[in-house]
Structure formats: C-alpha cells, structure tokens
C-alpha cells in the first residue's frame, strides 16, 4: 500500500458525460501529479500541482481540468467525454524536490 | 512523445532465470527510475539510479545506465512467478522548479513456475 488513496476504483459513464476523480495523496506529501494509462498510449503525464498550485502541464487535453485544495488532495475532472477517454487514471505524490513517485491504486474509466 | 523505449516489449522466463530488460532514452536526464506494475494495478517505484552513477543494486535487482549510450538496463536475479508484471522505465528531469517523468511503455514480464 503505497498511501496513496483515489476514489473511485471504477467508472462507467456515458459519452458527453462529465466526471471527477479524486486522489488523496501520502500523509505530508505536497505534490501530486495524474496520469492517463491505455493501451495505445501507453502511461503520459497529465499535471502537476505542487502545494496547490499548478506546477507543469503534459499531454492534458483542454476538455480536462484538475485542482488542488488546501488539504492537499487533488481533483481531475474530465467533461465531454468521448469513447477515447476510456483509460487508468493514476495519481501519484512525492513530498516535493523527492523524485520517486507513489502512485495510487488508479480509477478506471469506460466511457460507453 | 515517450522519452524511454524499453526493450524488449515481452518477455517469458522459466523460474529461477535471470530477466534482463533494457531501456534508451533520448535527451538529458538527472536520473532513471524502474517502476513496476501488475495486471491493472498502480505502479510501484523498484529503484532509482542518479545520472553521476553507473550501477545499483537492491536485492535481486541490478540497474546500470550508461548516459554516454543513453541507456539502461534492469536485471532481475533468480525469478520468481510472483515478479511477473509489467515493467517501466521512467526518466526524471528537472528543469526550473519543475521535476517531470516520462515513463516508457513497458515490458511485460512473465515468468513461468
């Protein structure tokens, strides 16, 4: 168990649809990052934020979005979804100038 | 795009064999992590190797980079069925205030009792 919490396990939903993952990272930890796993393209770097504040932006498609509250977890939330979005979703946090990553258990998404 | 290719993309092994996968890379780094993954699963950080060092060792593995050929390779001695999983190397840059990690796609690893 790796501390990193993320709920929920699975989501099924429906094209056009918006939805919100959340991710609780480890106790003291001030960054979290999310990524998106599927199998064509293999795991990519979606965000950063560091103690609340956006750090870097990787392949994050403008229809996705994500925050972090003072508490230090995180939301991504995804809108208009389409069949392509269908993926992991992974959070991971460090406790900031750390590099190894403690990824989360992920959310599986199916956008039907 | 992905910035490690790891290689090769499967592998299958009997028990007790050792399993060597590698990694190249394409631009600076300030250093590679090797990540695994079961089935489905989060991924699990396995060791991290900086760029000013040419080889480490945690129990059964073996990590060595060569940042002049830009590449890497993880050995795991004495396999068990229980290592079978998917394994990702992921290369750390920092630039600014910013840290990144740019995981490659994997080698699926099966290893047969």
């Known amino acids: 168990d790796s501390g990193v919490t993320q709920t929920p396990k699975h989501l099924i939903t429906a094209t056009g649809q918006r939805v919100t993952l959340r991710c609780s990272p480890r106790s003291g930890d001030l960054s979290v990052y999310w990524y998106q796993q599927s199998l064509d393209q293999g795991l990519q770097f979606l965000i950063h934020y560091y103690n609340g504040e956006e750090r870097a932006k990787g392949n994050i498609l403008e229809r996705f979005s994500a925050q972090q509250f003072p508490d230090l977890h995180s939301e991504l939330n995804l809108s208009s979804l389409e069949l392509g979005d269908s993926a992991l979703y992974f959070c991971a946090s460090t406790p900031g100038g750390a590099d190894t990553q403690y990824f989360g258990p992920g959310t599986r998404l199916t956008v039907l | ?113």
Request: charged share 20%; net charge positive; with cysteine.
């Open chain 2, 1 to 113: 795009s992905q910035q490690g290719e790891e290689d090769p993309q499967a592998l299958s092994i009997q028990e007790g064999e050792n399993a060597t996968m590698n990694c190249s890379y394409k631009t600076s780094i300030n250093n590679l992590q090797w990540y695994r993954q079961n089935s489905g699963r989060g991924l699990v950080h396995l060791i991290l190797i900086r760029s000013n060092e040419r080889e480490k060792h945690s129990g059964r593995l073996r990590v060595t980079l060569d940042t002049s050929k830009k590449s890497s390779s993880l050995l795991i001695t004495a396999s068990r069925a229980a290592d079978t999983a998917s394994y990702f190397c992921a290369t750390g840059y920092s630039g600014g205030s910013n840290y990144k990690l740019t995981f490659g796609k994997g080698t699926l690893l099966t290893v047969n009792p």
